[in-house]
């Protein structure tokens, strides 16, 4: 049986969530402030590029089991579950999380909760969040203790949105252990299709739930980074990153994923969520426990100056007037985010050091616009190599790695390739004539 449900905040995570819990069988209203997000998203247009999710929020708006509003006194009044999805960036000059915008959610929400309502946070919150809003919430809502406050942490990728969140590996469900509510059984009756199919839930209480969400994330950069610093030490050693991944990436404790070295991790995720992690342990009194991801952050930040020095080297020790082709803009390939995107931290360093960058991506072009309208911004990945002294490959889109060495060879300056994900294959290259400098490979 559906549910009538609602989603509060239309951004990356809830306009996701909204059109996949309509995929579920939900009728879901899905609620912003933002006028012009909550316009675009009922003429069936999704503000980012996601695969697949423009189908499922069409066939949802014209199946009448989606929409979306501005009024929260709607959206009080449509369902008894509340989805929290808002942001939570990192705060400006600190390391911490920016919690403004769920604040502002509980706070419009719990004046016009006047029957009983389960809300369900999935935003990703320092540890201890939870159980102030429940105490906010239940001290504001007209029905008091009958508003039920819960943690169910996202662990989506972007890129596989959809998929993560309707074939998730595992779903998490956070409650207040001293007020046994309907949290539990709504999630069940929420999710029964995905339980139906075996993906495990793990009921916790508040705080473990919270955790569990950035200690993941920190786990992955964590793993990225580790093998970033094994790449400085294979290229010292003459010895290949890539083979050493896939020899310990057999080992099952270890596996082989996320063991891609290159020019590290961006995203709206992992950087923010690793730094506020430091700061609540910080908070806690156990910032020793976490001082490892300083360094794991520090690692990773170091991927981009090691790039652009790299490239100064290549073209002959001077990027002033250089001609650079940056293949890649988005923080990773399947999205046109550029949030802390690496590839564009390095093309707009080596811009600002006196290259002449161009800069190519299948996406994210009209983002990166946004964020450096400075730089030069080329249609095709052969444009942006015409008469280039170096072509550098920043995220792995599969159209890069189709690239054809010997076609592009007549249309460069130089025939020099610099791999910052590690996504071609070298022998070809070097076989087409090319230089071939790869991250922590020979
Ligand atoms: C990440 C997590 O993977 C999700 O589980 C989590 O739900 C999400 O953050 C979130 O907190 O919302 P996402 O930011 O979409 O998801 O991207 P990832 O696929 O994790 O990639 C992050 C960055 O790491 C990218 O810049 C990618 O290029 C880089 N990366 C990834 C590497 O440099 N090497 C690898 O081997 C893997």
């Not at 449900?5 to 990356?12: A, E």
């Not at 469900?173 to 995905?194: C, F, K, M, S, W």
């Not at 508040?206 to 094994?230: G, M, P, Q």
Request: glycine content about 10%.
């Amino acid at each position: 049986m559906g549910h009538r449900i609602t989603v509060l905040g239309t951004g990356y995570l809830g306009a996701t969530h909204a059109a996949s819990m309509a995929e579920l069988g939900h009728d879901v209203l899905g609620v912003d402030v933002d006028p012009g997000k909550v316009a675009k998203l009922n003429d069936g247009e999704v503000p980012f590029y996601e695969p697949g999710l423009q189908q499922i929020l069409q066939a949802h708006l014209a199946g009448g089991r989606l929409r979306f509003t501005g009024s929260y006194a709607e959206a009080a009044a449509w369902g008894d579950v509340h989805f929290l999805t808002v942001g939570t960036p990192q705060k400006t000059g600190e390391l911490s999380a920016d919690l403004t915008a769920v604040e502002a959610v509980i706070d419009s929400l719990a004046p016009l909760l006047t029957t009983p309502a389960v809300v369900l946070g999935k935003s990703t919150v320092p540890v201890g969040t939870a159980a102030v809003l429940g105490a906010r919430l239940r001290a504001v809502a007209p029905a008091g203790d009958e508003v039920e406050l819960a943690w169910n942490p996202e662990f989506l990728r972007e890129g596989f949105a959809v998929q993560d969140t309707i074939h998730p590996d595992r779903l998490v469900l956070g409650v207040d252990a001293d007020r046994p509510g309907t949290a539990e059984r709504l999630t069940r009756e929420i999710y029964a299709q995905l339980l139906a199919e075996d993906v495990p839930l793990l009921v916790t209480d508040l705080a473990t739930a919270e955790l569990a969400k950035v200690a993941a994330n920190a786990f992955l950069a964590t793993k990225i980074s580790f093998i970033n610093a094994i790449a400085d030490v294979c290229e010292a050693a003459g010895a290949d990153v890539v083979r050493l991944a896939d020899a310990i990436g057999y080992d099952d404790r270890i596996g082989r994923r996320f063991l891609n070295a290159g020019i590290g991790f961006g995203g709206g995720c992992l950087p923010k969520d690793i730094r506020a992690f430091m700061a609540r342990a910080g908070e806690l009194g156990v910032g020793h426990a976490m001082a490892f991801l300083r360094e794991v952050d520090n690692v990773n930040m170091s991927r981009r100056a090691a790039m652009v020095e790299r490239t100064r080297l290549a073209v002959g020790g001077s990027l002033l007037g250089a001609r650079v082709a940056v293949l890649g803009a988005a923080f990773k390939p399947d999205s046109d985010d550029v949030r802390d995107s690496p590839a564009l931290n390095v093309a707009g360093q080596m811009q600002l050091q006196g290259a002449a960058v161009s800069v190519y991506d299948p996406k994210a072009t009209e983002s990166c616009r946004r964020v450096f309208p400075t730089l030069t911004y080329a249609t095709t990945a052969l444009e942006a190599c015409t008469r280039a002294d170096a072509v550098l490959v920043l995220t792995e889109w599969e159209e890069f790695r189709q690239l054809a060495p010997e076609s592009l060879a007549g249309q460069v300056g130089a025939r020099v390739v610099i791999d910052g994900r590690n996504c071609l294959d070298p022998a070809r290259w070097r076989a087409a004539g090319w230089t071939y400098l790869g991250v922590g490979r020979p």
